[in-house]
């Protein structure tokens, strides 16, 4: 069956609420800083809000149900994303979907998480059951030992090296330098790349995020409601969604988004060479890789000469993750998925400011989360378009 | 090729012993059928009764077919390693004091992918043949050794965290009046162990082998008799802080039931030397052991327990002697729990009768103390639990497996 577009959906009025590398504030917090930045933009009261799409690990021992009590909201329609880094996508699709439906008419989307000392430690060992019984234990590298397994197998059969993987890491750097919320900006060499120290071979210092506190939030509504708050807003062109593709591959080198991606295209009815800026869920760049070849900017394995013969800064050819990534601005928990949602909603709202790709017509957003044990399951993508 | 060990220097008393750290203890339920194999030495995994799907990690549906039958059976050991990483930082205080760690993904012939910790001589693109294990935590891990033997493989850093192996360790061999304790003492000896204490209860009374045990070069012979509360502290407040491994090779091995003896004075005996001892060897020895399990190359490691394999099942003949054997085996288990704490393992060495005049009338197969000892410092080197010495020990695992009451009708005969 033909999928059905998402005519009349409107996406708009991108938060984002400052980060910091710990905050003694809880995920509560840092939501309601999101929501009330999203009435304060909007115009609407929290009242009309009678959607609510919630991401976040820190909210224990509260649910998207409890939140709505907490925040003094009564929507009457209610979402929880448990999907890490694909929570933006999944997120705006099904909230998507309930707008055309008049399920609910303004559905705020957030995704925000709280950053405390040793939270992060907390997070990692009661991750899933199978991180529990079968990674944990195994040195507790946490994720960097994992992606460290997948760049290594990925490195042996693509040829890539360290240095393709930096030239990732250091144009987004570039581009965090214009990007007020960035937590580092200090400028980032290909030297200083290659010298940092190891974190778990071949992964070192600056293949890795880091953890911090933050929230992002954005509106999804009718096209004449936003319209009517004079908010800007970006179409939707198309969507997917994916988990646990490939189970038997023995390691991860491809993602769900290479089974979807023709569905993808076609839906849009636009091509890769159409695309103006692409927004990668960047938790290590080999990720990055791995979503530029399957989303089909290149061919599998190709990657690392796509990286070698492109510029990836905001003002380059093939401009990608426009606000430094997480690399650079921080990994909010789950909010590290909604990040680079927000800056394409920015991008092609021209609320970008100094990060702003000049002539953006299209831009597409990709996720990926959950490394549950040996690999991440959760992919998602998304096209955007200007009104 | 691993770097062989050193042998440890004189500990520095003015240095701080280090704290024992654990490795997460936390498991499913169904991740203890892991737990269960590592105990016994077993490279098991589950199989879908219903398609037959190898699976890891542990579940409670099969994956392929979503059958509920997942038992665990034993499975193919061998894989290569797809890709290996040395983890330099690690947010858990066990790892961190002990970075760099290698671990890899091994692609298993049975089909799963494990991630894994590698021994040393492991390495990407090669042939391994996996192994579980017990962590100090007590849990099942699985190290990938490589597919031959390599030297001085059991002295790799990674595996010696999950082993207890005797070399350049220092062992206490509770009573060495009797066959067992003397070629408990010859085996560690050979397995170059550092020293070797062995008790002897009322030292002025000669007993048979004495020459050839004083005559093992790393043997010190030390007063102890385990009935004797006194004695005990005593000997512990000597050496306690230096036995790394504890064998209580102490045994009363005697016939008749539980109707058919008159009085108690046998069973006193029984307890007080089985019972009672491994209580004054754990009060007195295991809190030591327990606050030495991080402490180096000689660190504490087990605490060895040589039980009759019907302690599991009561064999009338032996009656009142079995129901001794099953209280230690129940001390044990709670003596495993308390220890766990400092990574200090107890292990469990079911036997059956032995080649000994206690067992003269008893008719083969029997099991000579040297075997015994052997599979004791086996099992150490192994790093497991539990361990089934012998033709009848085994016998009456399996059958206890497949239907404990049949077990109890036939040992009554």
């Known amino acids: ?387 | 090729m691993t770097e062989p060990l050193l042998r440890p220097r004189r500990k520095d008393p003015l240095r701080k012993t280090r704290e024992p750290l654990l490795p997460q203890g936390l498991r499913s339920r169904t991740a203890h059928g892991l737990t269960a194999a590592a105990a016994e030495g077993r490279f098991m995994l589950q199989v879908c009764t219903d398609c037959g799907f190898t699976l890891y990690p542990p579940r409670d549906a099969c994956p392929s077919c979503l059958s509920d039958r997942v038992p665990f059976h034993d499975v193919a050991p061998g894989g290569m390693v797809l890709a290996e990483t040395t983890i330099r930082t690690s947010t858990d205080p066990y790892f961190r004091e002990r970075m760099p760690w290698r671990i890899g993904t091994v692609t298993l012939d049975c089909g799963p992918s494990f991630v894994a910790h590698l021994h040393g001589d492991a390495a990407e693109g090669s042939r391994v043949t996996m192994t579980l294990r017990l962590d100090k935590s007590g849990n099942a891990v699985a190290i990938a050794m490589p597919d031959k033997p390599t030297s001085h493989q059991e002295d790799d850093v990674q595996l010696r965290e999950l082993t207890c192996d005797p070399k350049f360790r220092r062992v206490l061999i509770t009573d060495g009046r009797n066959a067992t304790g003397q070629a408990m003492a010859l085996a560690m000896a050979a397995a170059h162990a550092s020293i070797v204490f062995v008790g002897i209860a009322d030292a002025w009374k000669p007993f048979p082998g004495e020459t050839d045990l004083r005559a093992i070069p790393c043997v010190e012979i030390v007063p102890l008799d385990i009935t004797d509360t006194r004695s005990v502290a005593d000997v512990a407040g000597e050496i306690a802080h230096r036995v790394d491994i504890l064998v209580n090779t102490s045994e009363h091995h005697r016939a008749g039931g539980i109707m058919n003896r008159h009085g108690l004075t046998i069973a006193h005996e029984e307890m007080d030397i089985r019972y009672f001892g491994l209580l004054r060897l754990a009060q007195h020895f295991g809190p030591t052991m327990r606050a030495r399990g991080a402490d180096g190359v000689n660190a504490a490691a087990a605490f060895v327990n040589l039980l009759s394999v019907h302690a599991l099942m009561n064999w009338p003949e032996y009656g009142a002697f079995s129901a001794a054997e099953a209280a230690c085996l129940s001390a044990s288990q709670a003596l495993r729990a308390e220890l766990r704490g400092g990574g200090v393992k107890v292990l469990n060495m079911f036997a059956g009768p032995l080649d000994t005049e206690w067992f003269q009338s008893v008719p083969p197969p029997k099991l000579s103390p040297a075997a015994l000892a052997k599979a004791t410092v086996d099992a150490l080197r192994m790093g497991i639990e539990d361990s089934y010495v012998g033709d009848i020990a085994q016998d009456i695992r399996a059958r206890l497996d497949v239907q404990p009451k049949a077990l109890e009708r036939e040992l009554g005969g």
């Open chain 1, 1 to 387: 069956m033909k999928r059905r577009g998402y005519e009349g959906v409107a996406v708009c009025a991108p938060i984002s609420v400052p980060y910091r590398r710990y905050s003694v504030d809880s995920a509560h917090w840092w939501i309601g800083r999101a929501l009330h930045a999203l009435t304060q933009r909007t115009g609407l009261k929290p009242a009309d809000i009678d959607g609510l799409s919630v991401s976040s690990f820190t909210l224990a021992p509260d649910t998207a149900v409890g939140l709505t009590q907490h925040l003094g909201l009564s929507p009457r329609w209610l979402d929880h994303v448990p999907m890490g880094g694909a929570s933006g996508g999944v997120a705006l699709r099904r909230a998507a979907r309930a707008v055309q439906a008049g399920d609910a008419d303004f559905v705020a989307c957030v995704a925000a998480d709280t950053n405390h000392v040793d939270s992060f430690r907390k997070t990692l060992s009661s991750f899933s059951r199978f991180a529990q019984d079968a990674v944990y234990p195994y040195g507790s590298g946490g994720p960097n030992a994992s992606f460290a397994l997948i760049t290594r197998h990925y490195m042996n059969r693509t040829g890539a090296t360290r240095e393709d993987f930096g030239r990732i890491c250091v144009a987004q750097r570039a581009n965090a330098q214009r990007y007020d919320g960035a937590l580092m900006q200090k400028s980032l060499t290909l030297d200083d790349y290659m010298r940092a120290r190891a974190i778990a071979d071949p992964i070192h210092l600056f293949d890795c995020v880091m953890p911090c506190a933050g929230a992002e939030a954005f509106l999804v509504c009718r096209e004449e409601d936003a319209q009517a708050m004079k908010l800007p807003f970006v179409r939707v062109l198309s969507t997917i969604e994916r988990h646990n593709a490939y189970q038997n591959d023995p390691i991860q080198f491809r993602g769900g988004w290479a089974q979807d991606r023709d569905d993808f295209w076609s839906m849009a009815g636009i091509a890769p060479g159409d695309v103006d800026f692409l927004q990668t869920y960047d938790d290590y760049p080999v990720i990055v890789m791995m979503q530029i070849e399957d989303l089909g900017f290149c061919a599998k394995g190709e990657a690392p000469v796509f990286v070698r013969d492109h510029s990836l800064t905001t003002d380059g050819d093939f401009p990608h993750n426009t606000s430094g990534g997480q690399l650079s601005v921080g990994q909010a928990g789950a909010a590290g998925g909604y990040l680079g949602m927000v800056e394409a909603i920015r991008q092609l709202t021209d609320e970008a400011g100094a990060t702003t790709v000049p002539n953006a017509r299209v831009g597409l957003v990709s996720g990926f989360g959950m490394i549950n044990y040996d690999r991440g399951l959760a992919s998602s993508a998304v096209l955007l378009a200007r009104s």
